[in-house]
């Protein structure tokens, strides 16, 4: 029922910024619960960031709490990741997701983007 696209990946250097994008197609954007995961090579799939379908409830993980922001624009129904302070150990493909339900870390939600790389240079 939602297609999911990131943009904004790219190379950085260890403490600078990214902004990652998720653009949600259909007309149901607002309904999702979204969230951010992550993938490193070799290493099973981090769950990072989600925000409630209002955008009034944020949760993160303890890795990225204090460096990592995400926002939505439902009018737009577009989901942002602000990562500031990058580390080397953020590098990962960055995953969008939706779900109905709450996202938490625990759980599978059943749309998906493609992925965008992030890799951050020490």
């Known amino acids: 029922q939602v297609q999911l696209v990131e943009t904004g990946g790219g190379l950085v250097q260890a403490g600078g910024s990214l902004r990652l994008s998720c653009a949600a197609s259909?007309?149901?954007?607002?309904?999702?619960?979204m969230g951010w995961f992550r993938q490193a090579p070799g290493k099973e799939r981090e769950f990072v960031a989600a925000i409630s379908s209002s955008g009034g409830s944020t949760y993160y993980a303890s890795s990225v709490k204090g460096r990592f922001t995400t926002s939505r624009d439902n009018a737009k129904n577009t989901m942002y990741l602000q990562m500031n302070s990058l580390k080397p150990e953020d590098t990962a493909v960055y995953y969008c997701?939706?779900?109905?339900?709450?996202?938490?870390?625990?759980?599978?939600?059943?749309?998906w983007g493609q992925g965008t790389q992030v890799t951050v240079s020490s």
């Open positions: 997701a939706a779900d109905l339900r709450a996202i938490a870390v625990h759980t599978s939600p059943p749309y």
């Open positions: 259909g007309r149901t954007f607002s309904r999702y619960n």
